[in-house]
């Protein structure tokens, strides 16, 4: 394993490991969480589990993939033979996001394409479902709806291409490309929108306290949530990617970075958001909390609108959806190397091989989402994995090396013998208590929700 692939640079393998992080839970997941937990009053608990939670397990899955150097299946299988099976299941469920999240990028795609001439027209919400979508219509050969096919036959043959250039040649290059690209359109797009009319109506409802919320169980599962899905925690990704650090690297200080930046991302998107939503309030005369959207909605229903009022919408509907895409195909390449390390790893096959063939089938399960009923099955799909997938995943995971393998302390040497921090007890308590605590919560919490 001496020749195992390395990133070129610490800025490769960081923009990397932002480039997963910084995904659509950062512009279209985060706005609207905040906003209904309590809006200005969210940051508190927001901040906590980042602290908590968010850094202290970033540092465990960069030390984890550092330290043993394998995939996610591999290196947990080092740190117990009977472990082996917590990283597949984490694979598992990247593999799972990435047989839909392509089909979102797909439509962002297209998105961008009818951003000139705004050719949602004057229902973006109908020309969504019905005519871009074609939802519950009979369609042609098989169901597959060709604007919806092409374009993710376009984003798999990029994926898969900077992914079978292995990691310095090709995810290092993509990320490099993808990110910083990423960040000044989001600057342009953030600035145009502080300064349309209306803005300070919608920047006042997302940072209005809501101090009460705060002493509600919900606001901080809701809080947590956001940490793990937003960076990219219990997938596999960063022990992947970690696996590729030279010996000498800095792991603490990395996690930090990693977290602010994608925190850094969430706010600024918070802010664009919701001074967009703000002007499309003053606009139409409606009350900002009946324009406030998340997810789906919020992307394909909400800012179509916005745009088309906006001046030079061809330019700023065009800059949106672009942004959509870098930050969903950087976020697929990492969830599709987890599998793809891990294939190459179990079958000692060649990264070429393991791209075609777990490339190929993620891609071709992907084509059930490209369906007349893609959408319905995407939310039902994307639902279990958010409630359940990855709560889970992260509880295995801290549970299984903090109570029952040989423990924090490990790892907490290998990572202060390399990083400028020192992990003390704090570090272990965190992923000891607290986040088994919260995660267990979390699932209690969503289950009752799922029976009543
Ligand atoms: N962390 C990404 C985001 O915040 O959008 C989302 C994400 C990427 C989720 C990769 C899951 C994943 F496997
Ligand atoms: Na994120």
Redesign the pocket.
Known sequence: MENRSQWGTRLGFLLAAMG???????IW?FPATAFENGGGAFFLPYLFALLTAGIPLLILEYTIGHKFRGSAPRSYGKISKGMEWIGWWQVAI?FI?STY?PVIIAWAIMYAYFSFGQQWGADPTGFFVGDYLQLGDPGTFGGLVPSVFLPLIAVWAIALFFLGRGVKKGIEVANKIFIPTLAIIFLIIVIRAVTLDGALTGLDAFFKPDWGAITSGKVWVAAYGQIF????IA?A?MITYASYLPKKSDITNNAFITGFANSSFELLAGIGVFAALGFMAVQSGQDISDVVAGGVGLAFMVFPEIISQMPAPGFFGFLFFASLVL?GLS?LI??SETYIAGLQEKFNISRGKAVTFGGGIAAILSLAFATKDGLNLLDTVDHFINNYGVALAGLFEVVAIAWFAKGLKDFQNHANSISDIRLGIWWRFCLGIITPVVLGYMMLQNLKTEVT
């Open positions: 997963s992080a910084i995904g659509l839970g950062n997941r990247s996001i999240y899905f937003s960076l990219s997938f990704i930050a976020s990492s969830i």
